[in-house]
């Protein structure tokens, strides 16, 4: 199935998707508080989500997606990442990985097409999960912050 072999190659590959992105993370003009992070750090979120996509889509709740991404949300707030920035790195990953799909050249068929956008519908719930998540634990931090303030 094609869309098991991509995710094995995107897994296989994920070292390369990693260093593409971070190349981009610490220079792209829509996330430049990122660039004063630990580029260990970003390594190994960003690599964590390549290297673990299999489970990652193929997880059957939320339970993982939810525990991951709220407590990124709510380290980025207490680094004071702001929002859109958090937003626009996860956006990025997503286009780094799809930008690797497309150009695997695997898709030599209509069956393997269709498997192609399949893998996509999955790559596209995962991340809007996480994105959720993401801004969810954003809020909730930055709530708790406002209460600890207020105090």
Request: aromatic content about 8%; charged content about 30%.
């Amino acid at each position: 199935m094609l869309a098991a072999r991509l995710v094995r190659m995107i897994e296989d590959h994920a070292e390369e998707l990693t260093r593409g992105l971070l190349d981009d993370l610490v220079k792209n003009p829509r996330t430049p508080a990122y660039h004063r992070l630990s580029r260990d750090e970003l390594h190994r979120r960003t690599y964590d989500v390549y290297h673990n996509l299999g489970r990652w889509i193929g997880e059957k709740t939320e339970a993982a997606v939810e525990s991951v991404y709220r407590e990124l949300g709510r380290v980025r707030c207490r680094e004071h990442i702001p929002l859109s920035e958090v937003v626009e790195a996860l956006v990025l990953v997503k286009g780094h990985l799809w930008d690797y799909i497309l150009a695997s050249g695997l898709v030599e068929t209509a069956v393997d097409l269709y498997q192609e956008e399949e893998l996509n519908l999955m790559v596209g719930h995962f991340f809007d999960k996480a994105l959720y998540h993401l801004v969810k634990g954003y809020e909730d931090e930055a709530w708790a912050e406002l209460r600890r303030a207020a105090s």
